[in-house]
């Protein structure tokens, strides 16, 4: 049986934070996404997170991992608690998705996105 978890919240923050698999970083510029990005696409098991200082259109955080059926970005949803939603993509729109949230220029349609699902 899988059902939907709510997360606690994140903490305010001053700055983007970038994590992956080895290491957490301020974020200080667009190319600090675009080198965790490249490596997600070539690193087997990585994962990327973006997170926000607060949340931007409900959206606190945006992650990504890649499957063998493509590539997955979850958008972490500040409500009450934060729940996890999800989509399939390409590599230009997983950037695109990141870059945009970074410039706070990222209004998610929820209809592309599903509730992630946990066992």
């Given at each position: 049986?899988?059902?939907?978890m709510?997360?606690?919240?994140?903490?305010s923050?001053?700055?983007f934070?970038l994590?992956?698999?080895?290491?957490?970083?301020k974020?200080?510029?667009?190319?600090?996404?675009?080198?965790?990005?490249?490596d997600?696409?070539?690193?087997e098991?990585?994962?990327?997170?973006?997170?926000?200082p607060k949340?931007?259109?409900?959206?606190?955080?945006v992650q990504?991992?890649v499957?063998?059926?493509g590539?997955?970005?979850?958008?972490?949803?500040?409500e009450?608690?934060?729940?996890l939603?999800?989509?399939m993509?390409s590599?230009?729109?997983?950037?695109?998705?990141?870059h945009d949230?970074?410039k706070?220029e990222?209004?998610?349609?929820?209809?592309?996105y599903?509730p992630?699902?946990?066992?």
């Amino acid at each position: 049986m899988s059902k939907e978890m709510v997360f606690q919240n994140v903490g305010s923050q001053e700055g983007f934070t970038l994590e992956n698999q080895d290491r957490k970083i301020k974020v200080t510029g667009r190319k600090d996404i675009q080198v965790y990005l490249e490596d997600l696409f070539v690193t087997e098991g990585q994962f990327v997170i973006l997170t926000a200082p607060k949340a931007q259109h409900k959206v606190r955080y945006v992650q990504s991992c890649v499957h063998d059926d493509g590539i997955e970005v979850e958008l972490g949803i500040e409500e009450t608690g934060t729940r996890l939603f999800y989509k399939m993509c390409s590599k230009e729109e997983c950037c695109h998705i990141f870059h945009d949230f970074y410039k706070n220029e990222f209004v998610p349609n929820m209809e592309e996105y599903k509730p992630v699902q946990f066992l």
